[in-house]
């Protein structure tokens, strides 16, 4: 079976940093995905994950630990505009196309 | 060109009517997705094709019936819908092989059925 989680809304102070933490059981995995989405918008790619470790880009950071099932995403220096809802999806392995399976996302509110 | 577009923004319809959704790509990717989502929802898979052949059918009912004339087009024919199919409807992109590949999504249709 398949099942992500995140925590569903988190709030967090202008020019701070916040962590959202993701877990994840699925039937074999390719990789993890971060998404962000502002509210009526589509969703746009942050980063990547297939090994264990640190990815860095900028102010966002995504880690992977494949045998705890879990990754987190790090945003520094937060601004107004980072509040968004954030994905955390997994491709299952198999086959070459991604299937991406999301979980339900966390609604991250920035405050001055 | 990083961009896949997305016609109509906006589409009301009654449960009658017949109508589609189209996304297009330029960046040479061979694999498009159609995907729901709801509002304060993740989106869920619809359809998967790659290399222009349907390779995911997600359990869809049939009054969505996918196409991909070529490999920069892809379509999604609505009959028959029910008011719960209201939603936006987003279609995304992206390479093929080993993988994993991002995927690049657009604007989205929203639709309303009446």
């Known amino acids: 079976g398949q099942n992500i989680d995140q925590p569903t809304e988190m709030t967090a102070t202008e020019g701070a940093i916040v962590q959202i933490n993701c877990t994840y059981q699925t039937s074999g995995f390719n990789g993890l995905f971060w998404y962000q989405q502002h509210a009526g918008e589509a969703p746009t790619f942050l980063s990547y994950n297939v090994l264990d470790g640190l990815e860095e880009k900028g102010r966002f950071s995504s880690f992977l630990s494949r045998s705890k099932g879990y990754s987190y995403l790090l945003l520094k220096e937060l601004q107004m505009k980072d509040s968004a809802s954030y994905l955390c999806a997994v491709t299952p392995l198999g086959g070459n196309t991604g299937k991406l399976i999301f979980g339900q996302g966390t609604t991250l509110q920035v405050k001055p | 060109d990083t961009e896949v577009t997305q016609t109509p923004k906006h589409l009301v319809m009654g449960m009658t009517n017949k109508k589609s959704l189209k996304c297009e790509q330029h960046?040479?990717?061979?694999?498009m997705y159609w995907y729901k989502q709801k509002a304060k929802k993740p989106p869920e898979l619809m359809f998967v094709?790659?290399?222009?052949?349907?390779?995911i059918n997600e359990s869809v009912p049939s009054r969505f019936s996918p196409e991909c004339p070529n490999s920069s087009l892809l379509n999604l024919h609505l009959h028959a819908l029910q008011p719960e199919d209201s939603a936006l409807y987003l279609c995304?992109?992206?390479?093929?092989?080993?993988?994993?590949?991002?995927?690049?999504f657009g604007p989205g249709t929203r639709l309303t059925v009446t």
């Open positions: 094709y790659s290399y222009e052949k349907l390779s």
């Open positions: 995304a992109s992206s390479l093929v092989g080993t993988g994993p590949y991002e995927q690049y």
């Open positions: 960046m040479g990717h061979r694999a």
